[in-house]
């Protein structure tokens, strides 16, 4: 890779109209779930109505776990002196981890209240991750932040609006790599939906998969990544310590799947809800 400045400005300006490249991919991320849930839902048996109530579940999840997960993990400080800072999302700071854990809690609102196993609502949203992960890293990248450790200076990209001059290093240009990536659980997880029969795969294999795949890929990508927050334990920084747990549930979820199939299915009243269980005498 040769030397490149990367210096483009993170407003498009349209006529009149601004707006943020990296809420332009916010949104993009959103209309990619959106075709890509409706497309899953539907494969399964369920309707478009279903797909667009679902993405506002998991639009609300990942707006509200991403802003608190930025909050309580990489600005806690700010965040415990001016509580409203957290509500001020023209000011930036969206975690992945947080996001991760926003879709899973509205993902299970969602899923509860039709009788529909955890897990597969899981697999049907987790074709939406990588693409939606891809466009936030190029959001990222074209926000000159979240930006790599310096090269040896023969190669990699020069961001002067992060550096405040044209006089910085360069640097590895880890928001290509994560989108890369992206890009290849993407592929992964469509070769692994083909070759264990589509609606005949495991459930829960494709949650598993992109847990497993994209926080692992994270952990090695945060080694070349300007560390966000101090480091928290050895040479680990923050980020890959979040990534951990999310690779260890990724994990157990795949070898249980593997181990113990069910198949796939989104049938309403498939799961036995908690106020309809049989009680023990």
């Not at 483009?8 to 707006?19: F, Y």
């Not at 480091?231 to 890959?240: D, E, K, M």
């Amino acid at each position: 890779m040769p030397r490149i400045v990367w210096n483009v400005d993170p407003v498009l300006a349209v006529g009149g109209l601004e707006i943020r490249y990296y809420s332009l991919c916010f949104i993009l991320s959103i209309v990619a779930g959106y075709v890509l849930l409706g497309w899953q839902l539907r494969r399964g048996g369920a309707d478009r109505e279903e797909a667009g109530d679902f993405v506002s579940y998991g639009f609300l999840g990942l707006l509200i776990g991403a802003r608190l997960g930025h909050a309580l993990f990489y600005d806690y400080e700010k965040f415990s002196h001016q509580p409203s800072w957290v509500f001020e999302l023209a000011a930036g700071g969206l975690s992945s981890h947080g996001a991760a854990v926003g879709l899973g809690v509205a993902t299970h609102w969602f899923v509860k209240r039709r009788a529909i196993p955890f897990l597969e609502g899981c697999d049907r949203l987790a074709f939406a991750i990588p693409p939606g992960a891809f466009l936030f890293r190029l959001g990222n990248l074209l926000n000159s932040e979240i930006v790599g450790k310096p090269t040896d200076g023969s190669w990699g990209l020069q961001f002067p609006r992060y550096d405040l001059g044209a006089d910085g290093p360069f640097r590895y240009p880890t928001q290509l790599y994560e989108m890369m990536l992206a890009a290849l659980v993407f592929a992964l997880m469509l070769l692994a939906d083909r070759r264990w029969g589509r609606e005949a795969r495991p459930r829960g294999a494709l949650t598993g998969i992109v847990l497993v795949a994209l926080f692992s890929g994270r952990i090695l990508v945060e080694f070349l990544k300007e560390p966000q927050g101090p480091l928290s334990f050895g040479v680990l920084n923050r980020g890959q310590l979040l990534s951990i747990p999310l690779v260890v549930i990724g994990v157990y979820i795949l070898r249980s799947s593997l181990r113990h199939p069910r198949p796939a299915g989104w049938n309403v009243g498939s799961a036995t809800p908690r106020l309809l269980r049989p009680q023990r005498e």
